[in-house]
Structure formats: C-alpha cells, structure tokens
C-alpha cells in the first residue's frame, strides 16, 4: 500500500471481488480487520469481507419516515426479540406490530460486538452489522420489510466509547483516549483533539453510511452526556447536522436535562430533534414501587411531581437534586411536547436491574393499566419496550459472550453495582444474581410469544392497541405546541391533563397510585365550552382490559373514583 495526499494508504486489487476475505498488516508481523469493515463474518477478531450494497434490490421507493410528532416507537433487541434471534427473524413480526399502532422500531445497537450475545453497546466495528443477526442484506431486507409495513426505523448508535474487546482502532491512529477526561467506560474518545481529526471524520461520516446503504431513518445516540469535546464545534452538532442533511432525524440519550441538546446550532445548541426523558420513568416507577434508591431517590413519586414532569418534559429544571446535592436542568416548557422521549420501561431501567425484572411484574394490574395508559395518551413522544404491550413475564437480562479473561470481570462488576443495595446486602443474595456470561441468562430474556395465548395478557394488549388507536386518531395526541396542552393537580387529589382540539377537547383523568376520588366540578381544567359535554371514551376499569367495568367517572354527579389506580378519557362533544 502506498500513501496518498491526503496521508491514507492504498491499494488497488483489479481481482478484488464481493466476498473476499482480507486484514491489513500494520507491522510487518500482526493483521488486523478493517475498522470499516461492511461486514465480520467470522466475528469481530476475524478478517474483514468486501461487501457490494449495490446488489440488493430495494422495494422501498417513495417511502417518507414519520414525523418525529407522530413517532410511537417500539424498541426491540434483535437477538431477542424472536426465537431466531436474526434479522431475518424479526420481519415475521412486523405485521403484529404495525397492528399494535406503533409507528417506528428503534433496533438495539448492531454495530458488530465481540462474542455471539451482547447488548450491542460493547460494540467495535461500527460499520459493519452484527454478523451474530445475518448478512447484511438480512438487514436491508428487515428495514425495507419494516417500511412496507409502513414503520420508521431508528437505530441505536454509540459513539461515546468503544468495546473492551476486538477494537483495532488505536493500532490504525495512536492512543486516542484522553485519560485525564473520564466517562463511565474510561478515558474520553478525544474528538477535539486536532490530532485526531480523522477519527471525528470516521464517527460523523457514520450515520450517513447506515443511510445511504440501510435506508435507516433516524438515530438514537447513546449516552450522549458522555461525549466530550472542547473544540469549536461539538461533535454533536456535526453528528445532528449531517443527519439532517441526509434527510434523518437524530434523538439523544442525555440525563443532563439541558435545552441547548434540543436548541438548534444556530442557537447555540447540538441540533437533537428529541430527547429521552426518563424523569417520567422515574417519578412514575416511585409513584408504583416506592423505591428510593440510586436515582431514582431524586424523585417521591407524587400527584404533584407527576404532574410537574408533564408539564414541562422533564421534572429537574434547575432544582436541587437531592442525590447529587447539585442544581440539574434547564427550563423547557417553551420547547414542544414532541421534543422529549416518555417510557415506564425501557432496556436499561429493565435489564439495569439485578434480576431483569419488568415493572408489571412488581406492581399491581390496575397499576400497569394505568401507567400504560398514560404513557400512550399524553402528548409526548411514547417508547415502548418488546413485550410490555402485553405485560410479559420474561425478564430482560444483562448479557454477553465475551472471552473467559473478560467474562470474569464483567460478572464481578455486574455484581459488585449491587452491593449498596439493601437486597443484595447478603453475599449469597449477590451470588444469585444471574451470571450475564451463562448462554441460560440470554436465553431466558427472550420474549416469549407463546404468553400472547393467555387471557390476562390478551387483554392488556388491548389497552395498548385502544390507546394507540386513540392516538393515531385525534389530532390532539399530536402536540407541536405548549398552548394545546392544560394540566392541573385537582383538589380531590387526582390529576387531569387537558388537550385542545377544534372539535372538541380531550379530557385525561389520572391517579397512579390510587386512593382518590371525590368531585371536579368546579375546577377550572374541567370546565366544557358552550353547549358542549363530556363523555367518556375510555377507562382502564373496562372488563376488556381485564377490569370489572365499573364507571370511573360519573358525569351526571361530576365524580371520578380513582381509590385504585386508574385512567379515564373524557372527550367533548355538542349538547344533543
């Protein structure tokens, strides 16, 4: 290989074909993959094969992504969502989901990962799909099967570190993390650094690639509080401008609570079109569960903290986190409801946790019916992770399959996260912890499909399709403006969340934890427009989600009877 101008090496092979199987050698002694491999067959340690993405015939043309407005995003583990574990698997099930109302898939990270089971944020190779899942045109397939069924697809991408094991990429450019910078996985990858310019252009072109060559639609960037640069331009906003210019979306993962992730560049912001907000996760898992440790002892799970979290997108906007004993947030009720990410489960607040465990699987029935409901019907954009449509009982696992060396001092770091935890106080209690390395704890995380038979689950999936069905439906569900949406704290203790619409409002009644009930007449958000009414619409109590169909609102009296967990939706019309 010979270097040209712009200090890269090259060579052309006039025999090259798809393929084959190549590594460079950097020393004279030891071949290494290409870090911009399209593809790994044999793994990430093994050589890298020339793919041509030309070849697949694509069926997808004059297909438009949804709106990030209109995004109800359905997140999904490749490997486990189905008994196949691949690509390929996944299509048969995009019909079901297509059925269920939601709008998009957000696929889990597939940049390749060392091992054959993984999470994907142990991932080394970014451009090339995880060869654990299929070939690469198993992938195009699923993505344009996915648009015929008429979903968006966003992937998750991480470009705040690298894996621990199979990452060539400091034999190709140098030492390029910063060990005076920290993150949670070590030094920071140093993308100011003018040195290391063509590692910034590696990660930006990234993006671009997935949609040039998978149709991806739009983006989930991990942990993005933990990309550090100091230059110029953060790389962040390149990353969102790039996307943009591809005609893609691009949605953060950031705990700070800052605006300036949402503003645009030219306001001094990183460009984001939406943000996972998991405060709500937080105040609503407290408002069920009571847990008050690690994070979630920021939040005590009121009537008040709820409602003040709707309200805004996030609930820290500048307070005191009593955690950290620091102010957190930014406001942001200027900023449209569309621009923050909802969910009461996701990968992480499930498989973050000891046993796996899902939030139904720890609260009540009208708990989870009441939970679900309010995520799917207020204005922010809904995330729902594989199987809680219908409350499945599988838990979701930490796992990997890295090398014995490694897979050792994950098990042990897995364990030691615990320790503080009253639960795991015990050592036996520790030692029961599922072993992330066992082929048994991902095995067991799958979803089971099966569970769809029963009757109790049957009829949670019908609160999630009512809902989005209600969703899909009404204009109001799909706030671009602060001015459309009311919510209120009402006196007798429940809460009520109004949206407008020109034919009618829509009226959100909501008590979490339950033990409420008593009038709203006379309270202000409750009031109806000349010669209008309400009427009931929906109510998590109705027998064919399982409930015993008793009324929670009575409108004649103007009483709601939220004394168990419970949602009802209201919605004005005419006086007959």
Same mark, same amino acid.
């Given at each position: 290989?010979?270097?040209?101008?712009?200090?890269?090496?090259?060579?052309?092979?006039?025999?090259?074909?798809?393929?084959?199987?190549?590594?460079?050698?950097?020393?004279?002694?030891?071949?290494?993959?290409?870090?911009?491999?399209?593809?790994?067959?044999?793994?990430?340690?093994?050589?890298?094969?020339?793919?041509?993405?030309?070849?697949?015939?694509?069926?997808?043309?004059?297909?438009?992504?949804?709106?990030?407005?209109?995004?109800?995003?359905?997140?999904?583990?490749?490997?486990?969502?189905?008994?196949?574990?691949?690509?390929?698997?996944?299509?048969?099930?995009?019909?079901?989901?297509?059925?269920?109302?939601?709008?998009?898939?957000?696929?889990?990270?597939?940049?390749?990962?060392?091992?054959?089971?993984?999470?994907?944020?142990?991932?080394?190779?970014?451009?090339?799909?995880?060869?654990?899942?299929?070939?690469?045109?198993?992938?195009?397939?699923?993505?344009?099967?996915?648009?015929?069924?008429?979903?968006?697809?966003?992937?998750?991408?991480?470009?705040?570190?690298?894996?621990?094991?199979?990452?060539?990429?400091?034999?190709?450019?140098?030492?390029?993390?910063?060990?005076?910078?920290?993150?949670?996985?070590?030094?920071?990858?140093?993308?100011?650094?003018?040195?290391?310019?063509?590692?910034? @252009? /590696? =990660?930006?072109?990234?993006?671009?690639?997935?949609?040039?060559?998978?149709?991806?639609? *739009?983006? %989930? !960037?991990? +942990?993005?509080?933990?990309?550090?640069?100091?230059?110029?331009?953060?790389?962040?906003?390149?990353?969102?401008?790039?996307?943009?210019?591809?005609?893609?979306?691009?949605?953060?993962?950031?705990?700070?609570?800052?605006?300036?992730?949402?503003?645009?560049?030219?306001?001094?912001?990183?460009?984001?079109?939406?943000?996972?907000?998991?405060?709500?996760?937080?105040?609503?898992?407290?408002?069920?569960?009571?847990?008050?440790?690690?994070?979630?002892?920021?939040?005590?799970?009121?009537?008040?903290?709820?409602?003040?979290?709707?309200?805004?997108?996030?609930?820290?906007?500048?307070?005191?986190?009593?955690?950290?004993?620091?102010?957190?947030?930014?406001?942001?009720?200027?900023?449209?409801?569309? @621009? /923050? =990410?909802?969910?009461?489960?996701?990968?992480?607040?499930?498989?973050?946790?000891?046993? *796996?465990? %899902? !939030?139904? +699987?720890?609260?009540?029935?009208?708990?989870?019916?009441?939970?679900?409901?309010?995520?799917?019907?207020?204005?922010?954009?809904?995330?729902?992770?594989?199987?809680?449509?219908?409350?499945?009982?599988?838990?979701?696992?930490?796992?990997?399959?890295?090398?014995?060396?490694?897979?050792?001092?994950?098990?042990?770091?897995?364990?030691?996260?615990?320790?503080?935890?009253?639960?795991?106080?015990?050592?036996?209690?520790?030692?029961?912890?599922?072993?992330?390395?066992?082929?048994?704890?991902?095995?067991?995380?799958?979803?089971?499909?099966?569970?769809?038979?029963?009757?109790?689950?049957?009829?949670?999936?019908?609160?999630?399709?009512?809902?989005?069905?209600?969703?899909?439906?009404?204009?109001?569900?799909? =706030?671009?403006?602060?001015?459309?949406?009311?919510?209120?704290?009402?006196?007798?203790?429940?809460?009520? !969340?109004?949206?407008?619409?020109?034919?009618?409002?829509?009226?959100?009644?909501?008590?979490?934890?339950?033990?409420?009930?008593?009038?709203?007449?006379?309270?202000?958000?409750?009031?109806?427009?000349?010669?209008?009414?309400?009427?009931?619409?929906?109510?998590?109590?109705?027998?064919?989600?399982?409930?015993?169909?008793?009324?929670?609102?009575?409108?004649?009296?103007?009483?709601?009877?939220?004394?168990?967990?419970?949602?009802?939706?209201?919605?004005?019309?005419?006086?007959?």
């Amino acid at each position: 290989m010979t270097r040209n101008a712009d200090g890269f090496f090259e060579v052309h092979d006039e025999k090259g074909r798809a393929g084959d199987l190549y590594k460079y050698r950097l020393d004279g002694i030891h071949h290494f993959p290409d870090p911009a491999s399209r593809w790994q067959p044999n793994g990430v340690h093994g050589p890298s094969m020339v793919v041509d993405p030309s070849t697949y015939q694509w069926k997808d043309r004059g297909w438009v992504p949804a709106k990030v407005r209109d995004l109800v995003i359905y997140e999904l583990h490749i490997g486990a969502f189905t008994p196949a574990g691949t690509y390929r698997g996944a299509i048969e099930r995009l019909p079901y989901l297509s059925e269920l109302g939601v709008t998009a898939i957000e696929i889990m990270p597939i940049a390749d990962f060392p091992g054959e089971r993984n999470w994907g944020y142990d991932g080394v190779c970014l451009y090339a799909p995880a060869h654990a899942y299929g070939h690469p045109d198993d992938l195009r397939a699923l993505v344009d099967a996915a648009h015929a069924a008429g979903l968006t697809v966003i992937l998750d991408v991480v470009y705040n570190h690298f894996g621990p094991d199979g990452n060539y990429l400091g034999a190709y450019i140098g030492d390029y993390l910063d060990e005076h910078k920290k993150t949670p996985w070590g030094g920071a990858i140093r993308y100011g650094d003018p040195a290391f310019v063509n590692l910034r @252009k /590696f =990660v930006v072109a990234n993006p671009g690639y997935w949609m040039r060559e998978f149709h991806i639609d *739009g983006f %989930r !960037l991990d +942990a993005t509080h933990a990309i550090l640069d100091e230059s110029s331009r953060h790389i962040l906003a390149e990353l969102t401008a790039s996307i943009h210019a591809a005609g893609g979306f691009a949605i953060a993962e950031d705990s700070r609570n800052e605006t300036r992730v949402l503003l645009p560049e030219a306001e001094g912001g990183l460009g984001f079109d939406a943000v996972w907000a998991d405060d709500f996760h937080h105040t609503a898992r407290v408002a069920n569960t009571r847990e008050n440790e690690s994070y979630l002892g920021d939040f005590d799970g009121s009537i008040e903290e709820l409602t003040e979290t709707l309200r805004h997108g996030w609930y820290y906007c500048g307070q005191i986190s009593p955690r950290r004993g620091s102010r957190r947030g930014t406001e942001c009720r200027h900023l449209a409801p569309d @621009k /923050f =990410v909802h969910c009461i489960s996701n990968h992480d607040q499930i498989g973050n946790r000891a046993m *796996g465990d %899902r !939030l139904g +699987a720890v609260i009540s029935r009208k708990a989870y019916l009441a939970s679900s409901a309010l995520l799917c019907l207020s204005p922010y954009v809904p995330l729902i992770f594989m199987g809680q449509e219908w409350n499945a009982r599988t838990p979701f696992l930490f796992f990997t399959n890295h090398n014995a060396e490694l897979g050792k001092l994950v098990v042990e770091g897995r364990r030691m996260e615990f320790k503080d935890f009253a639960a795991f106080s015990d050592p036996k209690a520790l030692e029961a912890i599922p072993n992330p390395q066992e082929p048994g704890t991902f095995a067991s995380s799958r979803i089971d499909w099966a569970e769809l038979q029963k009757p109790e689950q049957k009829q949670v999936l019908a609160l999630y399709k009512a809902c989005l069905l209600i969703r899909r439906s009404a204009p109001a569900f799909h =706030v671009h403006k602060r001015d459309a949406m009311q919510i209120e704290k009402l006196a007798m203790g429940a809460a009520a !969340l109004r949206l407008k619409e020109k034919t009618g409002d829509w009226l959100l009644l909501f008590d979490l934890a339950g033990g409420h009930e008593g009038s709203f007449e006379g309270e202000w958000i409750c009031r109806n427009g000349a010669q209008m009414e309400w009427r009931i619409i929906f109510s998590t109590n109705e027998e064919r989600f399982g409930g015993d169909g008793q009324p929670l609102v009575d409108l004649e009296k103007h009483r709601v009877n939220l004394s168990a967990p419970g949602v009802v939706l209201l919605h004005e019309a005419g006086i007959a």
